[in-house]
């Protein structure tokens, strides 16, 4: 059996990760902040507007990510941001996109891929027990 440092190692603070959510169905992929009983805090953005961010960073324009916190019981599955045997991870995929690493864009306030200039640094605690 594993202890449980051991099994929550890999879904750090830092891990990039995908979370299926429901009531009302929504994927995002995000910077994992915190995970706690009450919830799990994301640097994140929806799943389905992540080609679209690709693309205004490809073409200089601005994108920013959210800091979200999502409750436990809208959480129906999360996880790690892998690639999986040819396929690339969807951060692997979103660089070769947008010429920058997705990790950047969840790391800062607002990304350019440019130079990667980054502004409006962003910092999350995890909550008071």
């Known amino acids: 059996m594993q202890k449980n440092s051991e099994r929550e190692e890999g879904f750090g603070a830092g891990s990039v990760v995908l979370?299926?959510?429901?009531?009302?169905?929504?994927?995002?992929?995000?910077?994992?902040?915190?995970?706690?009983?009450?919830?799990?805090?994301?640097r994140c953005v929806d799943l389905e507007s992540l080609e679209d961010l690709a693309r205004l960073l490809r073409e200089?324009?601005?994108?920013?990510?959210?800091?979200v916190f999502y409750p436990?019981?809208?959480?129906?599955?999360?996880?790690?941001?892998?690639?999986?045997?040819?396929?690339?991870?969807?951060a692997q995929d979103f660089?070769?996109?947008?010429?920058?690493?997705?990790?950047?864009?969840?790391?800062a306030g607002q990304v350019q891929a440019e130079g990667y200039k980054t502004t409006a640094k962003t910092m999350a605690t995890e909550p008071q027990r």
């Open 19 to 42: 979370v299926t959510l429901h009531s009302p169905r929504q994927k995002v992929v995000g910077r994992l902040l915190w995970l706690a009983p009450e919830g799990v805090a994301l």
């Open 60 to 67: 200089g324009e601005p994108a920013a990510a959210a800091t």
């Open 72 to 90: 436990m019981h809208r959480v129906e599955r999360m996880e790690l941001d892998e690639p999986s045997g040819a396929l690339p991870s969807l």
């Open 95 to 107: 660089a070769a996109k947008a010429g920058c690493p997705l990790e950047e864009l969840l790391c």
